[in-house]
């Protein structure tokens, strides 16, 4: 007589319907990403349709340049939010990387633009890890570290600048012509931003130590305790994030050429707003730079259409709020699933 084997709920079977779980997840992942792509596309759509110079040469051009340094700035604010912080200063860190560079090239003009980049991010790594120094050092949440840097930075800025501001006749002809020159056809803003993507993109979702930087994110004790040396990568998570916004301060004084001490005032929330909405929870743990970039994008192009459909500014900043609302309600039900699974997990190996 034989009997038929027991059905299996020892670790196999919790395995399965662990990887069942992070599937479900990583589709609600994807399908929020592709619906910000879907919304994007209805927007474009419905701002050429009103008026068809929406799509024109000139107007796609002003509005990839203006997006390339909110997507700069919102890699780095991704790569801090992973790790379960903020970085509120990012608006100021670039106006000062921008003052910066604008002084450094007003008082030596035969400065390759290669090096005004460098400069641009060693200062803007500078103030990064004074950020980063304050987190991990002081035991001081982030939010409250770089809200108090974001009004250092910006005083610093002002007493730098003394009221004047630095006028693009009194900036080298050839950094301005970077700011909208490029490379067949492709100004070299986008490249950069581009490319600062591309590589955030595949350290994050390829090397281990950006692998670590979710699991900070998801639970900092139990990533201590895996040996993850959460501290260290959190000092290199700010620095990263001031090193990205000192680039994004000298591609703005090359686009823009006049500079001033309250240049990028406020501009660290818009960046805030693109990473939330781009899908990188702001809790921590999850999320992608590809998200991040194409909520900068989205953000950019809204304030772009919103004035050619005649709609008032003020339903911009309701709209955006609207959508940072939506992206951490959506976050809550990731994470709401995630514990689920975890408890199915536990379950299945008790029994």
């Given amino acids: 007589m034989t009997t038929a084997p027991p059905t299996s709920t020892g670790p196999a079977s919790s395995v399965e319907h662990d990887k069942a779980a992070e599937s479900r997840v990583g589709l609600i992942l994807r399908a929020r990403e592709l619906g910000i792509v879907l919304a994007l596309a209805a927007l474009v759509v419905v701002t050429a349709v009103v008026n068809p110079r929406f799509l024109s040469g000139q107007s796609i051009r002003d509005l990839v340049l203006a997006a390339a340094i909110i997507v700069v700035l919102a890699v780095g604010q991704a790569v ?59 035991n001081v949440p982030a939010l409250v570290v770089t809200l108090g840097t974001l009004y250092v930075y910006r005083g610093i800025g002002f007493f730098w600048a ?65 040996g993850i040396p959460v501290g260290r990568r959190t000092l290199a998570a700010f620095v990263v994030s001031g090193a990205l916004a000192g680039l994004a301060g000298v591609l703005f004084a090359a686009r823009f050429g006049t500079i001033d001490a309250s240049a990028g005032t406020g501009m660290e929330l818009n960046v805030v707003a ?78």
């Fill in 162 to 226: 003394g009221g004047q501001q630095i006028n693009a006749d009194k900036l080298p002809p050839g950094f301005l012509a970077f700011g909208t020159a490029g490379v067949l056809g492709l100004p070299w803003l986008i490249i950069i931003a581009l490319v600062v993507v591309l590589v955030a993109g595949l350290y994050l979702r390829t090397y281990r130590s950006g692998r670590e930087l979710y699991a900070m994110g998801s639970n900092p004790e139990a990533a201590r305790l895996a």
């Fill in 274 to 351: 693109a990473v939330v909405v781009g899908g990188v929870a702001v809790f921590g743990g999850s999320g992608t730079i590809w998200g991040a970039a194409i909520g900068a994008l989205l953000l950019t192009t809204i304030g772009s259409a919103l004035p050619v459909l005649g709609i008032d500014q003020f339903w911009q900043q309701a709209i955006v709020g609207a959508l940072i609302l939506l992206a951490i309600g959506t976050d809550r039900v990731v994470a709401a699933r995630i514990a689920a699974s975890l408890r199915r997990r536990e379950s299945h190996v008790v029994s």
């Fill in 80 to 138: 801090v939010v992973i790790t379960r912080n903020i970085d509120l200063s990012v608006g100021s860190v670039l106006g000062l990387s921008a003052f910066a560079v604008g002084s450094l090239l007003q008082a030596a003009p035969g400065v390759p633009v290669v090096v005004a980049l460098l400069v641009g991010l060693a200062f803007g790594a500078v103030c990064g890890l004074v950020n980063g120094v304050l987190v991990r050092f002081g």
